[in-house]
């Protein structure tokens, strides 16, 4: 059983910051890639960063500038620093991973549960 668990949403003010965090838990051998999406209720699912098992990382314009991912591999544990954050940032975030859970030979792709990031006075 592999889970990924996020953390870190809530309320925050117009210009705020928050740190998000996506721990994934279970029998896991390697994780390929790790990336943040938002999804906005009636909205698709937007993608927002990706890290890749060497650092590598890459963002979507609309965060480029505002938002960083970072990753403890120790930790099997993925963040999305994000900072000046405006109401239109207001969304559910969710984690997503390719990893390699040790009883299987190919890597899959996860989704968390999602946590609520809401930005407004």
């Known amino acids: 059983q592999v889970q990924l668990v996020e953390s870190g949403g809530g309320l925050v003010q117009p210009g705020g910051s928050l740190r998000l965090s996506c721990a994934a838990s279970g029998s896991i051998s390697s994780i390929h890639y790790m990336d943040w999406y938002r999804q906005i209720p009636g909205n698709e699912r937007e993608f927002l960063a990706h890290i890749t098992s060497g650092g590598v990382t890459n963002y979507a314009d609309s965060v480029k500038g505002r938002f960083a991912i970072s990753r403890d591999s120790a930790k099997n544990t993925v963040y999305l620093q994000m900072n000046s954050l405006q109401p239109e940032d207001t969304a559910v975030y969710y984690c997503?991973?390719?990893?390699?859970?040790?009883?299987?030979?190919?890597?899959?792709?996860?989704w968390g549960q999602g946590t609520q990031v809401t930005v407004s006075s």
């Open positions: 997503y991973a390719s990893l390699l859970r040790s009883d299987e030979r190919w890597y899959r792709q996860y």
